[in-house]
Nanobody, 121 residues
Framework: QVQLMESGGGLVQAGESLRLSCIAS????????MGWYRQAPGKQRELVAR???????TYADSVKGRFTISMNNAKNAVYLQMSSLKPEDTAAYYC???????????????WGQGTQVTVSS
């Protein structure tokens, strides 16, 4: 089973930046795709960004142009550089690893504790 550990969250003011990190351990497999989700109180977990090695990079419309995802295969790590943060970005952020399911991708790691990002106005 794949274990995930997120870090880098915090309390920032609107307009500031944060960089989240995630390390995956366990049976990740040879196909490399990792990404970030977030969940705000009272809302469903949503995909923020996904990086597919050799494939498409996906961003939620709400973060395009502000967030950048990157992956380090050697470290089994994924990062999320968040800039121009807004109060609506406030949420717990979770990472995961994906495998391909047909034309789509599905997370299969064990969800970690997440890292809290709070943006004040």
């Amino acid at each position: 089973q794949v274990q995930l550990m997120e870090s880098g969250g915090g309390l920032v003011q609107a307009g500031e930046s944060l960089r989240l990190s995630c390390i995956a351990s366990g049976s990740i497999g040879s196909f490399r795709a990792m990404g970030w989700y977030r969940q705000a109180p009272g809302k469903q977990r949503e995909l923020v960004a996904r990086f597919v090695d050799g494939g498409p990079t996906t961003y939620a419309d709400s973060v395009k142009g502000r967030f950048t995802i990157s992956m380090n295969n050697a470290k089994n790590a994924v990062y999320l550089q968040m800039s121009s943060l807004k109060p609506e970005d406030t949420a717990a952020y979770y990472c995961n690893v994906f495998h391909r399911v047909g034309a789509d991708y599905s997370p299969f790691g064990r969800w970690g504790q997440g890292t809290q990002v709070t943006v004040s106005s």
